[in-house]
């Protein structure tokens, strides 16, 4: 791995444990654990009656973190195994289920992972956990999840109903939100399906040790109207400690107050760029966009856009502007009532960007999948490389605001490299 960085000045503390990290969402067992061990006690899926623990390894962003999965030999703590000896080891890989687990949300301390277990061909058995790091007053702990048995709308033609199989919890519908006082809840949000005016939400909550609430909420509409057009969900995202976002990242994104009794009926906020379609199909945007928390009552929105070498914000064929691009801010402060304006903070041009010095050795092209820091809302992560296909990719980290590159990280892909990595900030 190949750092470029700017040196740190002679007062600067040494480094610890970065204050964010960027997990992969994809548990990796090819590398050493963290000490920071989850509770294997507690981490026992009911479908395969076995206990595992989860441990992090950490990196600095821009670099990527990962966590991994140990599975417990011997049978479950409390059937005649002491659960302080040394007897872990990881699976064989013809038995191995750890490669099933995925990081579905996070925020603040907790963690949301999903495991799929294999029931038949084609089918899968799915419990939800949540990781707590516990911080400084108790040990990281592993607790499970309850399945919420209600029918999605998909599944039914009227009301909710209930179901014999627990839905699916899912990156772009579910979020986590540490509310004051520790309180956790895990939100799941569906938009209406079907005909216009798609002026309904089902908001799915749950607190641990309690089970699943639904309810069925009008949409408000900040600019009045209706949606242009039914929103498919690209993300959500946990602000402060009582907002959650769910972002469509092509028509806005919807607003929740869960502190306030009523306050969690859905507002939808438009986007201050539209996108523009050059065709029906829906674009991927979370390669161009990204919606994070920019403190506790505002986000932040950025956008990478082309430019004409004219400086016109729209595509071009010309060569001379085949990679020219724009990175935009705005942020907006959160309510529930009344207007809410967005602000553009700034805009960085590419010419900007690659004549600074530390810049020379890195690709000209146009960053893709920006990530906001969950420390400081005004610094970016961003992933450049010559091609899609290729294996090794340039990870940076660039404040916005003062126009500066902090860090480039050189990652060797192998082959793989996930580009929906999880903010977080956890602390042991």
Known sequence: METLTNPRAPSDPPAARPRWVMLDPNVNNKVDSDPSVADAKQGRPPSLRKSFTVSFILAPPPATSSYHCDWIVGGAPGHGYDS???????????????????VIAAHDDSVLIKMSVPERRGCFLRDYFLYETGGAARPPSLSLLPGCYISKQFEREKGPTPSDRPR???????????RGGGELQVAQLEVMYGDPPHDTAELCVVRPGAEWDLKRLPIVHQEAGELPQWPELDAAVPVGVRFMCWVDYVNGFFLC????????????????????????????????????????DAVRFVSVAPRCC????????????????????????????GPMTWVKDGVLDCDELWQLPNYSSLPRVTPRYPIVSSDNPDTVCFVVSETYADKNVWLLEIDAR?????????????????????????RW
């Not at 064989?92 to 750890?98: A, F, G, L, N, T």
């Open 84 to 102: 302080n000896d040394d007897l872990r080891r990881r699976i064989v890989p013809d038995r191995d289920r750890s490669n099933d687990l995925l």
């Open 168 to 178: 699916s919890l899912d990156n772009w519908n579910t979020g986590v939100l540490r």
């Open 257 to 296: 107050d869960m502190a306030e009794p009523g306050g969690d009926l859905p507002r939808q906020v438009p986007l201050p760029e539209q996108h523009g379609r050059n065709s029906d199909r829906r674009p991927y945007l979370p390669y161009c966009r990204n919606l994070a928390a920019a403190g506790c």
């Open 310 to 337: 004219c400086g016109g914000h729209s595509e071009t064929s010309c060569e001379r502007s085949r990679f020219a691009f724009n990175v935009t801010t705005w942020t907006l402060t959160l309510r529930t009532e």
């Open 402 to 426: 003062s126009k500066t590159l902090l860090s480039a990280v050189l990652h060797n892909t192998s082959g793989y490299f996930s580009h929906s990595r999880v903010p977080a900030k956890l």
